[in-house]
């Protein structure tokens, strides 16, 4: 048996941080990098990143960029209540796996 697990997060979901700097704010995800189970969520988890002169940024500098989350640190929310709720998988009408809200029942 492997330990792969599933992700219930997806690109686009807005999510809610569960624990860091940034705990309590919510997000839309711009990436999910799914060999090391991180996300990163726009807005947040901010960096700041020395870069050198190149062709396309002559100036180099200082640039803000946000960081990797673990998934395990953020929580999906519910987009027709927007509260957060735990994510579960079960077969919709049409026989295939589909995520839902814990919290309401509801198909995500």
């Given at each position: 048996?492997?330990?792969?697990?599933?992700?219930?997060?997806?690109?686009?979901?807005?999510?809610?941080?569960?624990t860091g700097n940034d705990k309590g704010k919510?997000?839309?995800?711009?990436?999910?990098?799914?060999?090391?189970?991180?996300?990163?969520?726009?807005g947040m988890n901010m960096v700041t990143k020395?870069?050198?002169?190149?062709?396309?940024?002559?100036?180099?500098?200082?640039?803000?960029?946000?960081?990797?989350?673990?998934?395990?640190?953020?929580?999906?929310?519910?987009?027709?209540?927007?509260?957060?709720?735990?994510?579960?998988?079960?077969?919709?009408?049409?026989?295939?796996?589909q995520r839902y809200s814990k919290k309401s029942?509801?198909?995500?």
């Amino acid at each position: 048996m492997s330990d792969i697990k599933k992700i219930y997060i997806k690109k686009g979901d807005t999510v809610k941080i569960l624990t860091g700097n940034d705990k309590g704010k919510t997000g839309k995800v711009l990436e999910i990098i799914t060999s090391n189970y991180r996300a990163i969520v726009e807005g947040m988890n901010m960096v700041t990143k020395h870069v050198k002169p190149s062709a396309e940024k002559p100036e180099g500098g200082l640039i803000n960029t946000e960081a990797t989350l673990h998934i395990s640190n953020l929580m999906l929310v519910e987009p027709a209540s927007g509260e957060p709720t735990r994510v579960g998988r079960k077969l919709n009408a049409d026989g295939k796996n589909q995520r839902y809200s814990k919290k309401s029942g509801e198909f995500i």
